[in-house]
């Protein structure tokens, strides 16, 4: 990722630093990070422990900026680097500067791996983990050296563990709102038959986890097809559906993939409602010869609002990326990403309320809020580590004249079933 002129210093030394921990995990070198670390007092009080001197804070990001969501990493990374730029020109936290740390993995997990080992030793949280495979090699890892991680993945698997906060809803809930919104708002009745196409792995398997028992709620039947990460040609999985005479379609993938299922779809004639998750479309699709079919056929399900809603923190927002970084799309990532590191500052804040920055206490500090809310979206409850912070879900749709390429199509609401559904898995 090149900076543009706008960029600054620091970022060029953080963009460096990622490129040389890329070049580090190719040749297999690695260290072992200290869990241990050592903690002292500050000379202001604060108690401070990895990653946190008397006048730096120090976050750290594992991203792919070379690999299937480069896209989504290259946004996520600018927006937390855009928060902790605004963050400094205020004074920072607790009376000191905050930087993160960026390290690309490609979505390969044992890069992942090594990364993580670099890096965890002198960080005191991460506000950036891409990808559901790279999360489930870590979790132990990360509970372990309680490093307080906001992943951008969204598997249930990951619920339930002190230093890990999967933000908004997870998969399954997304595709019970899916399956609700099919039902609404699209003819969908009892014995009808949807298709769900979903990636191997936590994200697919959670999203199916939620579209089958919200289909057996309704009455309708859920046919799967599973694919891998590097399939972008679903023309074998049409014509599977076009066979099962699907009503709908529902995917859990990349926006390759979304883009390949619509278009080919459309080209058949298998022109039925499909619904997404927020992974799986990315405004870059309104400019490939599938964009006519998406704007017809697609919707999107998210815990975020499209970016181009009008609440205001997301039009402040949305105003300061452009004139940061005018060359880049403003896409689901920056979101996504600028709205953990704001939910991520008011952690560190009210850590060093209480006097102490180790790493323990701002997992202690994030664990003690029940209704977050940056204004951004939906308030979040980080107190029940086993459950989602959100449960709430928007529906979006795709618009090329939209920023993002997509505008709400209903706001912020639970599906019905979710509490029960929920309650089921305790």
């Known amino acids: 990722m ?9 970022t060029r030394t953080l963009l460096a630093t990622a490129l040389a921990a890329l070049l580090l995990a190719g040749t297999g070198c690695s260290s072992k990070a200290d869990s241990s670390g050592s903690t002292g007092d500050g000379a202001d009080g604060v108690k401070t422990g990895p990653g946190v001197t008397d006048k730096v804070i120090r976050l750290g990001a594992l991203t792919d900026l070379t690999g299937p969501y480069a896209t989504l ?3 996520i990374v600018q927006a937390q680097q855009m928060w902790a730029d605004e963050v400094n020109a205020r004074g920072g936290i607790c009376d000191r500067r905050i930087e993160i740390v960026v390290k690309d993995h490609g979505y390969d997990v044992q890069k992942a791996v090594t990364a993580y080992a670099d890096l965890s030793a002198d960080v005191v949280a991460l506000p950036q983990v891409i990808g559901s495979p790279v999360m489930a090699a870590l979790l132990d890892d990360i509970e372990r050296d309680a490093l307080l991680t906001f992943p951008q993945a969204w598997a249930a698997s990951l619920l339930d563990r002190d230093a890990v906060q999967v933000l908004g809803t997870t998969y399954d809930i997304d ?4 399956v609700d919104f099919l039902t609404r708002t699209k003819g969908l009745a009892k014995g009808d038959t949807i298709g769900h196409v979903y990636f191997e792995g936590d994200y697919g398997a959670n999203a199916l986890e939620g579209s089958q028992w919200a289909a057996k709620k309704a009455g309708v039947k859920v046919v799967g097809q599973k694919i891998k990460a590097t399939d972008t040609d679903l023309s074998a999985q049409v014509s599977a559906l076009r066979k099962e005479g699907v009503k709908a379609i529902l995917i859990s993938a990349g926006p390759a993939q979304t883009a390949s299922l619509v278009g080919v779809a459309a080209s058949r004639g298998l022109k039925v409602p499909v619904v997404s998750s927020a992974p799986g479309y990315a405004p870059q699709l309104m400019k490939t010869p599938a964009a006519p079919a998406l704007t017809a056929m697609l919707n999107v399900v998210s815990a975020a609002p499209a970016v181009s809603s009008d609440l205001p923190g997301v039009r402040k927002m949305v105003a300061s990326y452009q004139k940061k970084y005018p060359d880049s799309l403003v896409d689901s990532g920056v979101l996504s990403g600028y709205n953990a590191a704001r939910l991520m500052g008011t952690d560190l ?9 180790t790493r323990e206490d701002v997992v202690k500090a ?3 809020q029940s209704k977050v809310d940056v204004g951004l979206g939906t308030a979040q409850n980080f107190s029940d580590k086993a459950q989602p912070a959100s449960t709430s879900t928007y529906v979006h749709k795709p618009d090329a004249k939209a920023v993002g390429a997509a505008v709400n199509l209903e706001d912020a609401h639970s599906a019905p079933g979710v509490e029960e559904y929920l309650a089921s898995r305790k």
């Open 175 to 178: 595709m019970i709102a899916a």
């Open 2 to 10: 090149k900076p543009t002129h706008h960029t600054a210093p620091r």
């Open 349 to 357: 804040e009210k850590a060093c309320e209480k006097g102490s920055l």
């Open 366 to 368: 994030h664990r003690s």
């Open 73 to 75: 990493g290259k946004s």
